[in-house]
């Protein structure tokens, strides 16, 4: 019955021909936190032309008790274009002038010309039995309640994404990584050579200004006289705080002034700052004062991102309200690195902090690709930096012009970094985008060579349908034509720690990426050697490029510790064989197989 039940999200749509059921419907929504969606204004419009005068076509959408299988039929396409709307859920209630089974006969219709997801409720017993049992046959779920529905979109929704969630690998398209590594790195083992770990305001923000994290400028004043020059050089107004290692809430502190106009201003409240921190922490050491320009943001939102290392799961990023929002929505959200938009936004839209960011009163909603774009940022320095131990960002202030740091927090541990593998601190690898690189052919062609993602699942696909028979057959010692989904489904989304799978791509003449070769290898079961395969066009043979990506294997497979690299291979696989030599393998006898050679590659020794 729910074969073509496959929600592409949970922003809802419901369609009803009687408000009570529809608001029934939308108010268990509302208890699973199922969000209805907010129909576009050309959708609004569109609906007012197809709808009478006393219908509603806002969302739970009421087109009448009088509705005609046609009026079913077009809202539904009115709903199906619109970008805000995942799924629809179409009620139908016994009335005086219902057709239960033409309705159903026009959704049935509908549901064939649209990529939208529809469910139904078709409510009452034998009046509409036999549309019931018309729209199951068809293979649309319907059933009797509308908080049965509900909770069965519910469910399968959340399913549905989790799927997605499990799909997603941070990538390859940024920059920020390359330049904030080699930045970051640098700056930290600066501070770690001085035996420091809790970093100031000014050196935390710094790191974050490298993996471009948007920051507030911040300069540190070491005495009264030297925060006066700082603030006239910085330009009023600005905002001062206590620097203090021991003291993780500056506020409650009493080491915070704000919107300070004048040098007098800044000289009191220099003063005041220091003697208040003191009074009421003796303990706490007061390294002086930062300032930073003051941030006017009316419409500013606070929130807060952190870092913290879990014994089993190593860094995990959360999220929710930061400043005094932080008391009404105490709620952190979790998520592991690293992240891509997609996760960024899962994290955020997780949290009921996200209840804020939208638009309110005089408010405009935020800016949330800059939210998501902070939250990559982080991701990617937790990933580079394993020595972070904790990391606060408290207030990030997010308007509908961007989003900002306000204050920073970073503790180090030398401890951390200790691991002999890039990213052993790690629970999840991210996508190895230091293994991709550039190769200029000896025909002149520019060739990418890359670890594979879950998105080339075409390329591998198609890359596998151009090989000639010979080379399908070379590759899998079996005559196929194409690779069944499951298959490709384990090419292409891997463990980039227990595997690795290198593609080669290059760009026609269309400008579109093609595949031309791949290789890859997977651990054996006794956990020491790795067992490779590869595979190259018929067309990019004899180019070196199986060499190519060979040699990527055995360096990558060598840093990982693995003791041999080993392979089968047909016995009248002449070219491989001849190549395998010429890189150092030693072929044998397959000991199981015959027809079958083997290839050895030690890797240490």
Not at 25 to 48: F, H, M, V
Not at 235 to 245: I, L, R, Y
Not at 298 to 317: A, K, N, S, T, Y
Not at 361 to 379: F, G, M, R, T, Y
Request: hydrophobic share 40%; glycine share 8%.
């Amino acid at each position: 019955m729910s074969s073509k039940f496959h929600p592409r999200g949970d922003r809802l749509a419901i369609v009803t021909n009687g408000g009570g059921p529809g608001a029934v419907a939308a108010d268990r929504a509302g208890d699973l936190g199922i969000p209805l969606a907010s129909l576009s204004p050309e959708t609004c419009n569109k609906l007012k032309q197809i709808l009478p005068a006393d219908c509603s076509y806002l969302n739970p959408i009421d087109i009448g008790g009088d509705a005609t299988p046609e009026r079913y039929r077009e809202t539904i396409l009115a709903v199906a274009v619109d970008e805000n709307v995942d799924s629809t859920l179409v009620m139908l209630s016994p009335q005086a002038m219902t057709e239960p089974m033409e309705v159903a006969q026009a959704i049935i219709d509908v549901a064939e010309e649209v990529s939208l997801t529809i469910s139904c409720c078709w409510m009452g017993g034998r009046q509409v039995a036999e549309a019931r049992r018309l729209l199951e046959e068809a293979g649309i779920p319907v059933f009797r309640t509308p908080e049965t529905v509900i909770e069965l979109f519910h469910t399968i929704s959340k399913y549905f994404r989790n799927q997605k969630l499990l799909l997603q690998t941070p990538g390859p398209t940024r920059q920020s990584g390359l330049t904030g590594e080699r930045g970051g790195r640098m700056l930290i083992e600066t501070l770690l050579g001085e035996r420091r770990k809790v970093l100031s305001e000014m050196e935390s923000k710094a790191i974050l200004r490298t993996f471009n994290v948007p920051v507030a400028q911040t300069m540190m004043a070491r005495s009264a006289s030297e925060a006066l020059f700082i603030a006239e050089q910085i330009g009023f107004p600005v905002a001062m705080k206590v620097d203090s290692p021991d003291l993780t809430r500056k506020s409650e502190a009493g080491g915070v002034r704000l919107n300070i106009a004048n040098t007098q201003a800044v000289w009191n409240a220099y003063h005041d700052i220091v003697n208040t921190v003191q009074l009421r922490y003796p303990e706490a050491a007061v390294n002086g004062v930062s300032i930073e320009p003051y941030l006017s943001r009316p419409h500013g939102r606070e929130l807060m991102i952190g870092v913290f290392r879990d014994p089993l799961f190593g860094p995990l990023i959360c999220f929710g309200a930061g400043g005094f929002d932080a008391e009404i929505f105490n709620e952190r959200s979790l998520a592991i690195p690293p992240l891509n938009r997609f996760l960024a936004r899962d994290l955020i839209e997780s949290n009921c902090a996200s209840r804020m960011l939208g638009k309110f009163h005089n408010h405009p909603a935020v800016k949330h690709d800059a939210l998501e774009e902070v939250l990559v940022c982080i991701s990617e320095l937790v990933c580079d930096l394993p020595w972070i131990k904790e990391l606060d960002l408290n207030p990030l202030i997010v308007d509908e012009n961007g989003a900002i740091v306000v204050d920073a927090r970073i503790v180090i541990d030398h401890a951390l970094g200790t691991g002999s593998e890039r990213y052993a601190h790690m629970a999840i690898h991210p996508y190895p985008v230091h293994l991709m690189q550039k190769w200029q052919m000896p025909n002149g062609s520019t060739v990418t060579i890359r670890p594979v993602r879950p998105e080339d699942a075409d390329l591998e696909r198609e890359f596998v349908r151009n090989l000639s028979e010979e080379s399908r057959y070379f590759r899998f010692m079996e005559s196929i034509i194409d690779l069944p989904l499951p298959v490709v489904v384990r090419f292409t989304q891997i463990d980039y720690d227990r595997e690795l799978a290198m593609i080669a791509t290059t760009i026609d003449d269309t400008g579109r990426e093609t595949q031309i070769g791949s290789a890859r290898y997977v651990l054996t079961p006794d956990g020491e050697s790795v067992e490779f395969a590869v595979a190259i066009d018929d067309k990019w043979q004899q180019f070196g490029l199986g060499r190519r990506l060979i040699a990527v294997l055995i360096d990558y497979a060598r840093t990982k510790g693995y003791r041999a690299l080993v392979g089968d291979l047909l016995g009248t696989n002449h070219k491989m064989l001849r190549m395998m030599r010429r890189l150092g393998f030693t072929i044998h006898p397959h000991p199981e197989l015959p027809g079958v050679k083997r290839a050895i590659k030690p890797l240490h020794g």
